[in-house]
């Protein structure tokens, strides 16, 4: 049996020939130790997330500067090297990297990457304040606590525990919190690309809107979104002759408006599979009800039509991935009561499945609408098409590998997202982007992003932390 003595004598005698090696004694990285300590930690990041809900920046006009600077002084606090990115007054990111070593390649480096701006509400129909974060059964209510002020607060978690924890990275870690994602207007991240790449490039990518969706209280499966729609809007014009309200005419503006949109609320574009999205539902119906899978399985046979329109009527969500889809969202007309407008416009947003020309869904409508008093207009910069991210990149890999070890039973698919992100933006400058939204949360919450009572249970908010940190430790951390 060893003596204290000789124990302490033998660990001094190593230390000393370790030094004489230029060898530093190295502690347990969190990797090795299990990780950072999470109910802390995601405390911490519920406070940070508190804070951002408060901080109103919905868009327009986002004046998200404000948000930028409380984020930059975390970083700094933390000793973690940040810049804010100007990008238009009051608005502006927040960049900070993590590096690997002085001779780092962007080309391997992850980005964190989650936006400031929130989209506006609606006060009267919240039964909390939108911007108070408010805490309530279990939950955080706020705008953001999804999109996307939540995923702002996990990856900060993330670099802050990395920071902390001093682990051996194999790779850079850059956060970036950007700007004008929900416009994506002259301050948004095609802009700052074109001006600042050379802060933040790199070779993969962490964001927005990927799924972890909860069933009867079980995570069911964990979608990572590899592509994503296009969105374009489109404003349909109806003209005609204007006049006193006493004298009505049948080439009424609002009248001819009124029937196109009603008419085009209705209209459901041809069902269009793409190969994620085969995917996507090959994947489901593994774990489904069978009464759910069997229209799944379906979807490759002749009765694919009939499987799509089963799968429609059970979930939006689904409807919106097999097609592409136009959904009405603005009326405008008139300037008084008694009078008759000689125009009156609407807007279509329309959500192009990857590679569908915007031209054909036009053509459709025309065809449709069969109105000479009805003209369509696309907008001036429509969305950007993308290719899809690899499902065979070491990043996608890791994503499973730590999602099965996390989420034990779980199926793992790649997801195409309904909405668009700044994933596109990254792909199309050779990005393997992924996203990644970690909380596990049922489809009834998810449909809440944008709409009233937004809210993240908290529960799922802590567990999110930790599936984030995890992926992220993962990926970068040397073995």
Not at 134 to 159: C, E, F, P, Q, S
């Amino acid at each position: 049996m060893i003596r204290r003595f000789d124990f302490c004598l033998l660990f001094f005698v190593l230390v000393l020939s370790g030094a004489a090696r230029g060898q530093t004694p190295q502690t347990a990285s969190p990797a090795q130790a299990g990780g950072p300590d999470f109910n802390q930690l995601s405390q911490e990041a519920l406070g940070w997330l508190q804070d951002l809900v408060r901080i109103d920046t919905t868009n327009p006009p986002g004046n998200e500067l404000v948000a930028a600077k409380y984020v930059a002084d975390i970083l700094t606090r933390e000793g973690i090297p940040n810049e804010i990115l100007e990008m238009a007054p009051n608005r502006a990111m927040v960049v900070a990297t993590l590096n690997a070593s002085i001779m780092s390649d962007p080309a391997r480096a992850l980005l964190l990457l989650a936006h400031l701006d929130v989209v506006g509400v609606s006060r009267d129909k919240w039964s909390v304040d939108p911007f108070g974060a408010v805490i309530k059964d279990g939950y955080i209510y706020g705008r953001g606590t999804i999109d996307d002020k939540g995923m702002v607060a996990a990856n900060l978690a993330a670099i802050v525990a990395l920071k902390r924890g001093g682990v051996a990275l194999d790779r850079d870690v850059i956060f970036l919190a950007d700007d004008d994602e929900e416009q994506g207007g002259d301050a948004s991240i095609k802009p700052a690309i074109a001006k600042y790449w050379d802060k933040f490039a790199a070779g993969f990518a962490l964001n927005e809107e990927g799924r972890v969706i909860l069933k009867d209280g079980k995570v069911q499966y964990v979608g990572i979104q590899a592509s994503e729609k296009v969105s374009t809007n489109v404003t349909v014009i109806a003209t005609g002759a204007s006049g006193h309200a006493s004298v009505p005419r049948p080439d009424n503006a609002v009248v001819h408006l009124a029937a196109a949109v009603g008419k085009i609320g209705a209209y459901s574009p041809p069902v269009n599979l793409t190969a994620i999205v085969e995917r996507y539902f090959e994947a489901l119906s593994k774990v489904e009800p069978d009464d759910t899978a069997k229209w799944m399985r379906a979807l490759e046979t002749e009765r694919k039509e009939l499987a799509a329109k089963r799968l429609s009527e059970m979930s939006p969500v689904w409807n919106s991935m097999m097609r592409d889809t136009v959904a009405p969202t603005m009326l405008q007309a008139g300037v008084r009561a008694n009078v008759v407008p000689s125009e009156a416009r609407a807007n279509l947003n329309i959500r192009l499945l990857p590679g569908d020309p915007i031209q054909s869904v036009i053509a459709n409508m025309t065809s449709l609408v069969n109105d000479p008093q009805i003209r369509f207009e696309v907008a001036a910069d429509p969305g950007s098409p993308a290719p899809p991210s690899s499902l065979d990149s070491p990043l996608y890999h890791t994503i499973e590998q730590v999602s099965e070890q996390f989420f034990p039973g779980t199926v793992v698919t790649p997801f195409m997202s309904t909405g668009a992100t700044d994933s596109a933006q990254l792909r199309l400058h050779n990005v393997q982007a992924y996203g990644l939204l970690p909380f596990p949360l049922t489809e009834a919450d998810v449909l809440r992003m944008h709409a009233d009572d937004e809210r993240l249970p908290l529960d799922s908010f802590r567990k999110g932390v930790e599936f984030m940190y995890r992926v992220v430790n993962s990926f970068v951390v040397k073995k």
